[in-house]
């Protein structure tokens, strides 16, 4: 059994999101994702992995291409293997990001896919 202490993981960077590792299986990954307003994540997809965002704190919007949404405390997402998403912090925002797959590895695109 291991226990995670998510407050003191938290780390904020005016450049940047921050993912920071808390422990790892060879089939997932737990992150704690720290976002300033305004910082958004490319347009990407992890072929090989579900992710799946818990709201913490603060609100952003994610985003498949196809729907948009505002989530906050309390909300969760899933993308499954594949979709095609993109990230955006409102306000200070924390989550908590499970990757569920062997092969966790994100691919950036240059832009949205065409309509499905």
């Known amino acids: 059994m291991e ?4 407050k003191a ?3 904020f960077s005016p450049q940047h999101h921050v993912h920071k590792s808390l422990t790892a299986t060879p089939r997932s990954d737990i992150t704690i994702a720290c ?3 305004g910082q958004t994540s490319p347009i990407h997809r992890h072929p090989g992995a579900d992710e799946i965002y818990h709201v913490m ?6 985003c498949d291409g196809r729907t948009e ?3 906050g405390p309390g ?4 993308f499954p ?3 095609v998403h993109q990230v955006t912090a409102l306000t200070r925002m924390v989550l908590y990001r499970v990757q569920a797959g062997a ?9 949205w896919p065409a309509k499905r």
């Open 69 to 71: 949404r505002r989530l």
């Open 103 to 111: 092969d966790r590895h994100p691919e950036s695109l240059d832009s």
């Open 35 to 37: 976002w300033e307003p």
């Open 75 to 78: 909300d969760t997402v899933i």
């Open 81 to 83: 293997a594949d979709d």
């Open 3 to 6: 226990f995670i202490d998510l």
């Open 9 to 11: 993981a938290q780390e």
């Open 57 to 62: 704190e603060g609100s952003g919007l994610f």
